[in-house]
């Protein structure tokens, strides 16, 4: 019953935000200090108070606070990416609960027509939105975890090659997936045994039982596994192996759904950008048992502060 009730509670609040600038800030202002509001700036507690307009002892019309103990001022925007834009914070909690609710996620052409904003602010919003998403902390990915590598974008530069991924141009991408668990991606530069020996350690524990394909480079990564490393022989045409649970089928079925996500709702992603979409794809399956009101509200703290790192991220690859 309670849990119900914060459901709808969550998801009406989200509804208001949406139509109404004053709620949206209340909003925002709930999920980075809760009950206790402090000041961004100097970080004390409580002895923080909403400035009013002298006319009308509403609330001041940027929405801002003031500290008593560093005496600066500042708003919910302070040190976030609501902090980079005038737009009103309306628009981005929309855009929050649009990319967090739908299974695809939104486009930037979709919410510039449902925000009445430019295609540019759409562009920005999204792409800071999904920046926020990367790198959740969580759990180490443990029990049965199945690894792949897919591949993204561009046609094979010489005519000829092997136009599946491996030994093309493609940016690849590493996709490691604990079974009934977590979900983690990355990009990579290349695709060496060393290079992916240290993604799955980063990601992996180590007595879990690893299922890859027969792809060779795997092997070194493979051996450090207390669990075990178990493939299945693609080249064969092989894809359980019979009577076992020997398989990569849910990685490669997370990695057709996010292709059809490229298709059906981006159409395309350039490779800088393509470490943002990863984010939102992978953030969207690691919270797949939450409601779309929990998922937004977790979508929003997880961007909180990491205002700093946007351009560095598109700037560079995510990983050697
Ligand atoms: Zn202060």
Redesign the pocket.
Known sequence: MGKKKAKSAILSALRDACANEGKAVAFLEHQRWGDSP???????VG??YQMTDRETKERNKDYRWR??????M?SVRTGTIFEESRLPLRVWVYAFWKACSSKKGISALQLCREMEITHKSALFVLRRIRHGLGDQPGPMLSGTVEVDETYHGGKPRYRGQIKKGRRTRKTPVIGMLERGGRLRLQVMKRVTAKGLRSAIAKYVVRSARLMTDDFNLYRTAGREFKGGHFTVNHSARQYVKPGTDIHSNSIEGAFSLFKRGVMGTWHSISTKHLPNYLNEFEFRHNTRWDDDGERTAKAIRAADGKRLTYRDSVDRPQSA
Not at 67 to 72: A, F, L, R, T
Request: proline share 6%; with cysteine.
């Open positions: 402090f000041c961004p700036r100097c970080g004390i002895e923080v500290c008593k103990s560093c005496k600066k500042y």
